[in-house]
């Protein structure tokens, strides 16, 4: 079975296309190609794949820290098999907690302006967690979208459906990792208290460690 990368072979056989494996989760395996990753889709009736049209659109909008698909992987009989995307180094996931504010901040802003530009192509954030978030060089990635709803809601709609699931996430999910487990429903009811993720960060002090100001403000 031969691939291509959209309209390319992809000129190495399976063989040598497994000794590039890099992780895998429960959707697909993920192959490092050269400054891409591969991602292939498990043969499963449980694992929806994206189309090639939906792909398509994912792959023209344009973000600052949501890695977006570059090309469909198809099979000889034009099979969609996966997508590429843009590799990205990680540095150890702890070391998000040690983000000081002013960069933590900076990173939520700029995640935000992306959910705006995902939102007002009619998209759905869907399916967030913490294998899907990295840290590089300091800056904060999601590096897999092959579970957003690629679909037509109305822009508005689409950017408070949204912009919900990725705050909620970030407080309850991320920064929750880093308090003791008896604190967090108090975290969840101080955010939800704001309802907005840059709001529940204003008393966020520069220097301070994301993991400092989620100890203090639930103590």
């Known amino acids: 079975m031969r691939l291509f990368l959209g309209d390319r072979l ?9 000794s590039l494996y890099l992780d895998e989760g429960s959707e697909g395996i993920i192959y490092r190609v050269g400054d891409d990753v591969l991602k292939l889709y498990k043969d499963s009736p449980l694992v929806t794949r994206l189309s090639v049209s939906e792909i398509d659109r994912l ?18 009989d034009d099979n969609v098999v996966g997508y590429s ?16 504010g002013k960069d933590f901040k900076r990173e939520i802003k700029t995640l935000m302006e992306d959910i705006k530009e995902i939102s007002s192509n009619g998209i759905e954030i869907d399916d967030l967690h913490l ?31 949204n912009k919900f699931r990725f705050s909620n996430f970030i407080v309850n999910d991320l920064m929750a990792v880093s308090i003791p487990k008896k604190y967090r429903r108090k975290l969840d009811r101080l955010f939800s208290s704001c309802e907005d993720i840059e709001k529940f960060l ?11 100001f989620s100890n203090r403000i639930v103590k």
């Open 10 to 18: 992809l000129n190495m056989s399976l063989e040598e296309l497994d």
């Open 59 to 76: 792959r023209k909008i344009k973000t600052q820290r949501f890695i977006m698909p570059k090309d469909v992987i198809l099979t000889d």
């Open 85 to 100: 995307s843009t590799f990205v180094e990680k540095s150890p996931f702890s070391e998000i907690f040690s983000l000081k």
């Open 131 to 161: 294998s899907n978030i990295v840290l590089s060089h300091g800056r904060i990635f999601f590096i897999d979208p092959g579970s957003f709803i690629v679909g037509n809601m109305d822009e508005r709609e689409s950017y408070q459906i």
């Open 202 to 212: 204003e008393s966020m002090g520069e220097e301070e460690t994301v993991e400092n």
